[in-house]
């Protein structure tokens, strides 16, 4: 089992909707978290870091659920921009970040 | 600022060559590390170091070795190539007492071994 583990999609939705990404761990010790996005054939880029109260950056809202060891993020009003491969990344350790393989996005006109 | 610069961009390798892929940050970041990626699989952390003279490996290092002489390089190297270390490379930085703000990536090495 992969130590943080996302749907692959393809998610595809049409400009303006709502869309939600979930997004497993299974280390209980992990400690911090984060989604980055990452562009076809770039490098990932920090998206927002995910805290326990959740917290929200603008039309993307992140949630942490300790007891049952998911994250999610949440974007609102999609973009055509918003296409992308959204990466959920765990923390265990003082050098360890644990990448999911992705979840794609398509936002279409 | 430059942030994570990596060179080369695109490498094709044969089988058995040595190459070394270059990494510096301008940032003065603690940490470095080197992760790479492939299909299906997600990042995968091959080497990083928490400061100068200071390495460790990760969860891919079989193949790779690491050095880290100042603050602002960590070039990797790959020692005889061998096809499955086919992959994108990409080298990552932090501060290391502010963990929690994640990485800054560089743009990425395209291997191909033949």
């Known amino acids: 089992r992969k130590e943080v583990e996302q749907d692959p999609g393809p998610f595809n939705v049409p400009e303006g909707a709502t869309v939600a990404f979930n997004c497993t761990y299974s280390?209980?010790?992990?400690?911090?978290f984060f989604w980055y996005r990452q562009d076809c054939r770039k490098e990932p880029k920090l998206l927002m870091s995910?805290?326990?109260s959740g917290n929200e950056d603008g039309r993307f809202t992140a949630q942490l659920n300790r007891a049952s060891q998911y994250i999610s993020l949440l974007i609102r009003d999609s973009k055509l921009s918003d296409s992308a491969t959204y990466l959920c990344?765990?923390?265990?350790?003082?050098?360890?970040?644990?990448f999911g393989t992705g979840t794609r996005l398509l936002v279409s006109p | 600022n430059a942030g994570v610069t990596q060179t080369p961009k695109f490498q094709v390798l044969k089988t058995g060559q040595s190459m070394t892929l270059q990494c510096a940050q301008d940032m003065n970041h603690e940490y470095m590390s080197w992760y790479r990626q492939d299909p299906g699989m997600g990042l995968r952390l091959i080497h990083y170091?928490?400061?100068?003279?200071?390495?460790d490996q990760g969860e891919v290092p079989n193949g790779y070795n690491v050095s880290r002489s100042t603050t602002e390089d960590f070039p990797l190297r790959l020692l005889s190539a061998a096809p499955s270390q086919t992959s994108v490379y990409f080298c990552a930085s932090s501060w290391k007492r502010t963990f929690n703000y994640g990485y800054t990536f560089g743009s990425g090495t395209r291997l191909t071994v033949v």
């Open positions: 995910v805290y326990s």
């Open positions: 280390n209980s010790a992990s400690q911090s």
């Open positions: 990344v765990a923390q265990t350790g003082f050098q360890k970040l644990v």
């Open positions: 170091s928490v400061g100068a003279g200071i390495t």
